[in-house]
């Protein structure tokens, strides 16, 4: 069955490069049709879209912060990089990974990581 | 426009039916999907593609769509349907995701 977890830092400094990993089993990023995306959660606020990356290498970022993001895939070892720079308070919130494929249209997210809470804070 | 509007809150009395809202220019175009998140836990995806439910979602929840306003209806509510409801689909361009803002559904 279909598994992600996020994994790093929970805690880094304002101004800082914040590096997170989703870990995935289950399905590769190879198969046409497979992509993996990433979703934040504010404590107590909404969820807002980050990135996407496609088994064919097509990478999709939120305008907004299109300029601090970057996705990258490792299909060999079953995990996306997500990289965000300048990091600032209003960073803080849960990051999720999550998995979409050709039976959900390829846009939406039926399998989903845990999360995980990393605060931005000196 | 890129953004998706919903009413921040919801109630329903138990075995009731209710209908939560989605509203964005973009929705003329795009389906929506709905996820379902409780507290403490991840999103769960209930509609996508406008009315379809992934295996394992109950079918008192459908979807629909009439020009700019998607729907979740959940025909006959039950305690554990409480939760917070997130629709979500393309921006006007078509090339990124955007969610809406929530709603915050209690069951009485």
């Known amino acids: 069955q279909i598994a992600l977890k996020e994994s790093g830092p929970t805690l880094v400094k304002p101004t800082q490069t914040l590096t997170l990993t989703c870990t995935f089993s289950g399905f590769s990023l190879s198969t046409s049709g497979v992509g993996v995306g990433w979703i934040r959660q504010p404590p107590g606020r909404a969820l807002e879209w980050l990135a996407l990356?496609?088994?064919?290498?097509?990478?999709r970022y939120s305008p907004s912060l299109k300029s601090r993001l970057s996705i990258t895939k490792d299909t060999s070892k079953y995990q996306v990089v997500l990289t965000m720079t300048n990091m600032d308070p209003l960073d803080t919130a849960t990051y999720y990974c999550?998995?979409?494929?050709?039976?959900?249209?390829?846009?939406?997210?039926?399998?989903w990581g845990q999360g995980t809470l990393v605060t931005v804070s000196s | 426009s890129s953004e998706l509007t919903q009413d921040p809150a919801v109630s329903v009395a138990l075995g009731q039916t209710v209908r939560i809202t989605c509203h964005g220019d973009s929705l003329r175009t795009y389906y929506a999907s709905w996820y379902q998140q409780k507290p403490g836990q991840a999103p769960l995806l209930v509609i996508y593609a406008k009315t379809n439910r992934p295996s394992g979602i109950p079918d008192r929840f459908s979807g629909s769509s009439s020009g700019n306003t998607a729907s979740l209806t959940i025909t006959g509510a039950q305690a554990e349907d409480e939760a917070d409801y997130y629709c979500?689909?393309?921006?006007?361009?078509?090339?990124?995701?955007?969610f809406g803002g929530g709603t915050k559904l209690t069951v009485l």
């Open positions: 979500n689909s393309r921006d006007s361009s078509g090339s990124h995701l955007v």
């Open positions: 999550a998995h979409t494929g050709p039976a959900v249209r390829g846009w939406d997210f039926d399998f």
């Open positions: 990356i496609y088994w064919d290498d097509d990478k």
